[in-house]
């Protein structure tokens, strides 16, 4: 007589269908998403994946699902409603954007200590003091997205949810933060790139990335770290008047943060940076698949593609080697500083966001301007 199946229990169920959304929607806390998240959320997530949304999106999404249920469920001690009452809404802004003078003389101001202990002893809150505004509507935008999505109209745009923002943002002025605080303009380039000196698969590996992270347009970390052999194309080496040819590539990208999934965006790479690329796939006898695969402490090749976040810590640890403050720059200090180095070296701008592919010209041009106002005859009257 065949033993009959164990069945599963609710937490084990959404882990296992977490698991089949995985290959499009990596989820590193697989086991504590299954037990925060609820059946509903899980087939939103679901849909959001056959629906196309892109990945990064929908990275971001279940980040901030996942904050949004935990925090629901520390300050009610219940599951989100759908679609969220407007006084929830105008509880979540009171909880995170608050004066902390007045919190001073008020322990009740802003988020109560439960709550904050809540969210910090399970990882979820890390910050001390009140959130950054942008963090805080960036959550609201994407519980209002996940709101429409389930079919349900949200009170996100009402009069008191709005004032209730912009009060509180007024009443804690901050100054917005660079993404990187240093851009990783040419002569810093040469520096990051001079830790890479040997032949170790590290240094080839870390080499290419940084010459081909920059030189493809600061492309994103994300973009970076999901390359694949599929999307490179060798083209016609470019003549030269006084040399040998330079090697070309083309970098297939397919949909970006910026695209449609029917748009197929291509950048192109040439001289260095090709040969740099080349090396390290012959190093590391890589013909398909990931292109930059993350290395084990022995120096052994894995399968799998590194994390985007490993582009990030592997600028900061070549900055830190080259003398550098590390906390100073991130993995998108090498899209700006494509981007002010283009500036420096009078490329017009529309030819630099050919590469970029930057859409907004209002955006590429603060870097050209940030760049040419410090070298400028303004900046220096005196």
Request: aromatic share 4%.
């Amino acid at each position: 007589m065949a033993k009959p199946k164990k069945s599963l229990t609710a937490v084990e169920r959404r882990a296992e269908e977490l698991d089949t959304i995985a290959a499009v929607l990596p989820i590193e806390r697989r086991d504590e998403l299954a037990e925060l998240l609820t059946d509903h959320d899980v087939e939103t997530l679901r849909h959001l994946v056959n629906a196309g949304m892109g990945d990064n999106t929908l990275r971001a999404l279940t980040s901030d699902l996942a904050y949004l249920e935990a925090w629901g469920l520390a300050a009610t001690g219940r599951s989100l409603p759908w679609p969220a009452p407007e006084a929830l809404l105008l509880k979540f802004v009171a909880h995170h954007l608050w004066d902390p003078q007045h919190r001073e003389t008020d322990p009740d101001h802003g988020m109560p200590v439960d709550v904050d202990e809540n969210l910090r002893s399970r990882g979820f809150l890390k910050s001390v003091g009140p959130h950054a505004p942008a963090t805080v509507r960036r959550r609201l935008a994407n519980w209002s997205t996940l709101t429409r999505w389930r079919g349900f109209d949200g009170a996100f745009a009402s009069p008191s949810v709005k004032s209730a923002i912009r009060l509180a943002v007024r009443a804690v002025p901050r100054t917005r933060g660079r993404k990187s605080a240093k851009a990783v303009t040419g002569d810093v380039l040469a520096r990051l790139l001079a830790t890479c000196a040997t032949d170790s698969l590290r240094d080839l590996r870390d080499r290419a990335i940084l010459m081909v992270a920059f030189a493809s347009g600061g492309r994103r970390r994300s973009e970076i770290a999901g390359l694949r052999v599929e999307q490179l194309s060798p083209e016609t080496p470019i003549e030269t008047p006084d040399g040998a040819p330079l090697p070309s590539l083309a970098i297939h990208l397919g949909r970006t943060k910026t695209t449609t999934g029917d748009q197929d965006e291509i950048v192109y790479l040439t001289g260095r940076p090709v040969e740099a690329l080349n090396a390290w796939l012959t190093a590391a006898k890589i013909e398909s698949g990931s292109v930059f695969r993350a290395i084990g402490r022995w120096g052994t090749l894995s399968r799998r593609q590194i994390d985007p976040q490993s582009v990030t810590a592997i600028l900061k640890q070549r900055a830190e080697m080259a003398g550098l403050d590390s906390g100073e720059f991130s993995a998108h200090g090498l899209r700006s500083g494509f981007l002010t180095e283009a500036a420096i070296r009078n490329i017009p701008l529309l030819e630099a966001m050919e590469q970029s592919r930057h859409r907004s010209v209002q955006q590429a041009s603060s870097y050209y301007n940030n760049a040419t106002r410090r070298s400028g005859r303004a900046a220096r009257m005196l």
